[in-house]
């Protein structure tokens, strides 16, 4: 496995400006004010029925029909008091659709502007919107959820901005702020982003979990232990998120879907866009209790470690590989340690965003190995700083 390389994007938008003399000024109407986004709501029309959204498959299993709509959905928070929008049993498979971020309201068309108005209008709240909650029946506090991606079926657009003069790593030299909208050619699995600078799309939730244990509502910006906003560009179609569950019923939800991401958000934004199906099957462990989310992809398990200070989430992040180790090779928690560094290399993949406080998370790869061998292929600790924003 290549190491990451860090990488980022910018794409800039000219503008054009009218200079008029004071009589041509004097004549000039009032400027209008600009519209507000656009959204796409509607008036509710009653509760759904749940029967008519589920489907039998082939094997016997159950398939749910999850659309996104206003009453399926949440603008920028969690809460675990949150009323299901759904329940499951465990095993059940779910294609459920997501939105844009702010309902929707991030659309082409959109502007600069009124991104930055969605956001200053609504502190307190995130941007994405997720849907959800989903209930899976049997799933207690302490058990552990598997959400395997079994295939994702994005829009043809996406978008990528920055918020003038507020998030990212440069707002000071980007003060003016950008958006840009992108067609995303599934077809080549490419995106221009800019003329000749094509992109490969490799769609992954950026943000699912389940809900924390902790009463009242909470901005989906920062991750945690009930993993969330994690961004691993490696949870895409074939891979597993494993995530403890601290509430009855776990309460799943997902959003802030990209097409693509490389090792960070520079500016604070992906590749973003909307699914039409996140298809995931939802699975309870008992008895195998896990303190921290864990993914598990065809060659590699990615353990995460999260903190404000920077080097008490390294500590985490090397204490959850040397956990992972120990139990998946039986071995001594100190002999996981020495095999860790022993076999290890590092790759540093940046998400940098400008705040008031210093949080940053650590992501550990290492390779599944079927034996304890120091010949064994190498573990890979890629290592991902986070900064949550300001309103979080």
């Given amino acids: 496995m290549k190491p990451f390389a860090a990488s980022a994007l910018a794409g800039l938008i000219a503008g054009t400006a009218l200079a008029v003399g004071p009589l041509a000024a004097q004549a000039q109407p009032s400027p209008a004010t600009p519209p507000g986004p656009p959204t796409e709501a509607v008036p509710a029309i009653g509760p759904a029925d749940p029967n008519l959204r589920v489907v039998r498959l082939p094997n016997g299993k159950k398939l749910h029909l999850l659309p996104a709509t206003l009453e399926t959905t949440q603008w920028g928070w969690f809460d675990n008091a949150q009323p299901p929008v759904l329940r499951i049993n465990a095993g059940d498979t779910v294609a459920l659709e997501t939105m844009m971020h702010s309902h929707n309201q991030v659309i082409p068309g959109t502007t600069i502007e009124q991104i930055k108005k969605l956001r200053t209008d609504n502190p307190g709240r995130g941007p994405h919107t997720v849907t959800g909650p989903i209930y899976v029946e049997g799933a207690e506090p302490g058990d552990v959820l598997k959400v395997t991606i079994n295939k994702i079926v994005p829009r043809s657009y996406a978008v990528n901005f920055n918020v003038p003069g507020m998030f990212g790593e440069f707002p000071k030299d980007y003060q003016d702020g950008q958006v840009k909208y992108l067609y995303l050619d599934w077809d080549k699995k490419v995106t221009e982003f800019l003329p000749g600078v094509q992109i490969p799309l490799r769609p992954f939730p950026g943000t699912i979990g389940v809900a924390r244990k902790e009463p009242g509502r909470y901005s989906t910006v920062p991750p945690g232990e009930y993993a969330g906003n ?32 490389g090792n960070g958000e520079v500016n604070l934004t992906a590749i973003e866009t909307a699914y039409k199906e996140l298809n995931i099957t939802v699975d309870v462990i008992k008895d195998k209790p896990l303190d921290f989310p864990r993914i598990e992809t065809s060659r590699s398990w990615i353990t995460l470690g999260l903190d404000q200070d920077l080097n008490k989430a390294w500590d985490q992040a090397k204490a959850q590989t040397i956990k992972l180790l120990a139990e998946q090779r039986k071995i001594r928690p100190e002999q996981a340690e020495k095999l860790m560094v022993l076999i290890s290399e590092k790759g540093f993949t940046a998400s940098i965003r400008r705040v008031r406080r210093g949080a940053r998370t650590w992501s550990v790869r290492s390779r599944k190995q079927p034996n304890i061998s120091f010949r064994t292929p190498r573990m890979r600790i890629s290592i991902r700083p986070w900064i949550p924003p300001r309103w979080a």
Avoid: C, K, M, N
Wanted: glycine share 10%; proline share 3%.
């Fill in 230 to 261: 994690i961004d691993v560009r490696d949870l895409v179609e074939g891979t597993a998120l494993y995530v403890p569950v601290f509430v009855r019923g776990a309460l799943l939800w997902s959003g802030d879907s990209h097409a693509a991401q």
